[in-house]
């Protein structure tokens, strides 16, 4: 029997304030994943803990916001590992012998950070990844941003993880791939439009891998559900001409959706295929590496 990999992506809705309640719900979710089969659980951006921000001035600058009470009563909410909520997404991993992807705040050095948890079956926390391309031009400047991309080993799967914003650039995706990813999984919480969706599809081909990106449905946060699957397999020999990589887009509404990846299939691709790290020429892509800045694309908001 073919070696397959299922996703349980989770396109449902959770309160913006209230961890106890987003966990509750989050621990059925994850039952109900298992009884479809699932391998892995891939919750949205910030499930426990909301995609909420302190109310401040935000024309303020930011050495100011970070000294106000407000500001310092909303870090002070942010989870380590050792939170009550990741530990019972931990447990239950383990009772059910399945994989969990959750996400929330979390204490970064200053700020907070918005990460995601790759928790293995055994309910052993494999990889803490923080996004690395916060959105600095919005509330998301109040965040202390990741400082590299990861990867982990998932049941002899390459396992990578990008964060909303962080599939805007190429560069996410092809350093993952370049870290040996197999699958790179995506919580998200923004309208996924056609432009996005094309973007995952390129991101999946260009690569050779498959990537899973969960949304909220339709409502607030500003989201609208059409979560995706994209396997990055373009060309079949079973088939003559190129074939659509999409392996699921859900609708606008809630819903447990499951991503089955032919993983073998995959590798197999990826082991003869041209796209990759196959033919590219590493030595002429110094430019790529240049921190300078020119118009039009100089913002006086940007922060390394």
Sequence with gaps: MPNTFKIAIVQETRDP????????????????????????????ECWITGYEFPSVDETLPLEEIVKLPQFIEWNALAMDENNQYIQEFCNIAKKLNIGIVITGYTKGINRPQNSAFVISKNGEILMKYSKVHTCDFANERMLECGDEFKVCDFDGIKLGIMICYDREYPESARILMLKGTEIILVPN???????????????????????????????????NGHSSAFDGIAYSPCQSGSRDTLIIEAGEREGIYIADFPIDEIREYRSHEVHGNAYRHPQKYKLLVSESIEEPFIRKDYRK
């Design 189 to 223: 919480a923004c309208p996924m439009e056609i432009n996005r969706l094309s973007q995952l599809r390129a991101r999946a081909y260009e690569n050779m891998v498959g990537i899973a990106t969960v949304n909220y449905p339709i409502g607030k946060p500003d989201c």
């Design 17 to 44: 304030y209230d961890c106890k309640w987003n966990t509750e719900k989050g621990l059925s979710i994850v039952k109900k994943a298992k009884e479809r089969g699932a391998d892995i659980v891939l919750f949205p």
